[in-house]
């Protein structure tokens, strides 16, 4: 039977797109679930700040009725800008093992970048840095995150038949937590401390945190601008993005360096895995999923690194100590076992060298690729 693409329209269609994966992955056990909530504020025009700048349309692919593919076509208007590049970027990318899917759920996006102008197609991207992002291409033995994207091997496979290559890869490590802070990794952090004046925020109001939250987040535009097609967020995406974290902050899984001045120079942002619990609820907060969810937020032994970075100013001197410090000591107090870190870019240096003093072995990679279109 035919493919047939239809153009994402109306609510209903809108709930398809993102129900897809649910049935295709109904049997892995590594695949976990995305918020519903998540997606419906990421999708919609009205509720996701980067539409301010990004245009989206997302296609549903249809075998008579069953749905059977998906896709997102995304142009960031301000990527392109920064980046001097004309590329469209593809997202929320699930289909059967069909060749026949795949090629016209692509072919669709790359018509489309072509009748807007575009050079190339890229991806998988979301709207912004924050959305997952990457096809998986190692370590499908284990289990995602709700930050990260998850997928079958056969995608590669179909990726390749139809001509896109690799543009970029992220690596995600995982680390065993030592039972005691190192004594050098202590010392070295107390001199860092004194020798560039910067400390360890100490926990503060909810009110207070936000000022601390909307820092954190122009450090993270500081520090990431130097990376594979980031652009930075605007003051709206970052007050979006604080009023979601801010819930969900716990002083002992977060670190926030300040200089003297009051200013974010330095953070690093983890919390419990709540893959297992994503995957009890289905990916919804309710009748009962926020069970499953808080149960698994007060849950230590896993830990997810959501994102840590420095202020390029700051830099190669040693803030990595002051962060790992207060972490190693807190992931002790609370019995956590091993931490998984956030992808990071191949050539994104400055954030392997966080990572200095503890030895990690390779946990998943995650690859954007891209076609040139004639």
Same mark, same amino acid.
């Given at each position: 039977?035919?493919?047939?693409?239809?153009?994402?329209?109306?609510?209903?269609? !809108? #709930?398809?797109?993102?129900?897809?994966?649910?049935? !295709?992955?109904?049997?892995?056990?590594?695949?976990?679930?995305?918020?519903?909530?998540?997606?419906?504020?990421?999708?919609?025009?009205?509720?996701?700040?980067?539409?301010?700048?990004?245009?989206?349309?997302?296609?549903?692919?249809?075998?008579?009725?069953?749905?059977?593919?998906?896709?997102?076509?995304?142009?960031?208007?301000?990527?392109?800008?920064?980046?001097?590049?004309?590329?469209?970027?593809?997202?929320?990318?699930?289909?059967?093992?069909?060749?026949?899917?795949?090629?016209?759920?692509?072919?669709?996006?790359?018509?489309?970048?072509?009748?807007?102008?575009?050079?190339?197609?890229?991806?998988?991207?979301?709207?912004?840095?924050?959305?997952?992002?990457?096809?998986?291409?190692?370590?499908?033995?284990?289990?995602?995150?709700?930050?990260?994207?998850?997928?079958?091997?056969?995608?590669?496979?179909?990726?390749?038949?139809?001509?896109?290559?690799?543009?970029?890869?992220?690596?995600?490590?995982?680390?065993?937590?030592?039972?005691?802070?190192?004594?050098?990794?202590?010392?070295?952090?107390?001199?860092?401390?004194?020798?560039?004046?910067?400390?360890?925020?100490?926990?503060?109001?909810? #009110?207070?945190?936000?000022?601390?939250?909307?820092?954190?987040?122009?450090?993270?535009?500081?520090?990431?601008?130097?990376?594979?097609?980031?652009?930075?967020?605007?003051?709206?995406?970052?007050?979006?993005?604080?009023?979601?974290?801010?819930?969900?902050?716990?002083?002992? !899984?977060?670190?926030?360096?300040?200089?003297?001045?009051?200013?974010?120079?330095?953070?690093?942002?983890?919390?419990?895995?709540?893959?297992?619990?994503?995957? #009890?609820?289905?990916?919804?907060?309710?009748?009962?999923?926020?069970?499953?969810?808080?149960?698994?937020?007060?849950?230590?032994? !896993?830990?997810?690194?959501?994102?840590?970075?420095?202020?390029?100013?700051?830099?190669? %001197?040693?803030?990595?100590?002051?962060?790992?410090?207060?972490?190693?000591?807190?992931?002790?107090?609370?019995?956590?076992?091993?931490?998984?870190?956030?992808?990071?870019?191949?050539?994104?240096?400055?954030?392997?060298?966080?990572?200095?003093?503890?030895?990690?072995?390779?946990?998943?990679?995650?690859?954007?690729?891209? %076609?040139?279109?004639?």
């Amino acid at each position: 039977m035919t493919v047939t693409i239809l153009e994402v329209n109306s609510r209903k269609e !809108l #709930k398809d797109f993102i129900a897809f994966p649910e049935k !295709l992955y109904k049997d892995s056990p590594n695949w976990v679930n995305a918020l519903w909530k998540d997606e419906y504020d990421t999708l919609l025009k009205d509720k996701n700040p980067a539409f301010e700048y990004c245009e989206a349309w997302y296609f549903i692919a249809k075998r008579g009725r069953e749905t059977v593919g998906r896709v997102a076509a995304i142009v960031n208007h301000n990527a392109n800008r920064d980046w001097n590049e004309l590329y469209m970027r593809y997202g929320w990318f699930d289909f059967i093992d069909d060749f026949e899917v795949s090629e016209a759920l692509m072919r669709k996006v790359e018509e489309l970048a072509i009748k807007m102008g575009m050079t190339a197609v890229n991806g998988p991207l979301g709207f912004t840095d924050m959305d997952r992002e990457g096809m998986l291409v190692e370590g499908f033995e284990n289990r995602g995150s709700f930050t990260t994207l998850y997928n079958f091997p056969y995608y590669i496979n179909h990726l390749d038949r139809l001509g896109y290559i690799k543009d970029a890869d992220w690596h995600q490590r995982e680390f065993d937590v030592p039972g005691e802070v190192p004594e050098k990794l202590r010392q070295y952090s107390q001199i860092v401390q004194k020798r560039y004046n910067v400390s360890l925020l100490k926990p503060v109001s909810r #009110k207070q945190l936000r000022k601390y939250g909307i820092g954190l987040f122009n450090a993270y535009n500081k520090a990431f601008i130097p990376l594979y097609g980031f652009t930075p967020l605007t003051e709206r995406q970052i007050e979006s993005y604080v009023d979601q974290f801010i819930p969900m902050i716990n002083f002992d !899984l977060v670190a926030i360096v300040i200089n003297k001045e009051d200013e974010v120079v330095a953070f690093a942002v983890t919390m419990p895995s709540i893959s297992m619990a994503l995957k #009890k609820s289905g990916g919804k907060l309710f009748p009962f999923g926020f069970i499953h969810i808080l149960k698994a937020l007060h849950s230590y032994e !896993l830990v997810d690194m959501l994102m840590i970075g420095v202020a390029p100013e700051y830099q190669k %001197k040693g803030l990595n100590a002051v962060i790992f410090d207060h972490l190693n000591t807190s992931f002790i107090k609370l019995g956590v076992k091993k931490v998984v870190a956030n992808p990071q870019l191949d050539d994104n240096t400055a954030v392997h060298n966080i990572f200095d003093y503890y030895t990690g072995k390779p946990f998943m990679t995650r690859r954007c690729f891209i %076609k040139h279109l004639n």
